[in-house]
């Protein structure tokens, strides 16, 4: 096992309805430690930077909408095999394809204010959290 960093977002529809608290327990009671974190509203321009990779397809739009749309809580969680805890923990995108405790299955509206995201790599989880950190604001 390998100790990781990834990134991720607790979105507006999860901030909105005070939901930071009990997702952020969900990390730490899994092991997951936090070495950075911080809570922003994206504009229109860093969301369509930061979800680049999504620009041709059909729900882009509605995306970059979606997440500036209200306040963000961006992390940074480190541990053993951060990425696939993380993944696991959170749930399938689709909240009602989502395993019964996952963040997803309990707390999304929809497969679009689905409440968190997370790296899917370890080269996204690279850059996700270039994006958002400087080095100096994440604890070694």
């Given at each position: 096992m390998s100790i990781e960093r990834t990134l991720s977002i607790i979105k507006p529809d999860a901030t909105r309805r005070n939901l930071i608290?009990?997702?952020?327990?969900?990390?730490?009671?899994?092991?997951?430690?936090?070495?950075?974190?911080?809570?922003?509203?994206l504009t229109r321009k860093q969301a369509e930077?930061?979800?680049?990779?999504?620009?041709?397809?059909?729900?882009?739009?509605?995306?970059?909408?979606f997440i500036i749309s209200g306040s963000i809580v961006v992390q940074v969680l480190e541990g053993?095999?951060?990425?696939?805890?993380?993944r696991k923990i959170i749930g399938a995108t689709d909240p009602s394809n989502a395993i019964p405790g996952t963040i997803r299955a309990d707390f999304a509206e929809s497969v679009e204010a689905n409440s968190v995201h997370g790296s899917d790599s370890p080269e996204n989880a690279t850059n996700e959290i270039a994006f958002f950190f400087a080095q100096i604001e994440i604890i070694n």
């Open positions: 608290g009990k997702i952020i327990a969900r990390f730490e009671d899994a092991g997951l430690r936090i070495v950075g974190q911080k809570q922003l509203q930077k930061f979800y680049f990779v999504h620009a041709e397809k059909s729900f882009f739009n509605n995306l970059c909408e053993e095999n951060a990425i696939s805890l993380n």
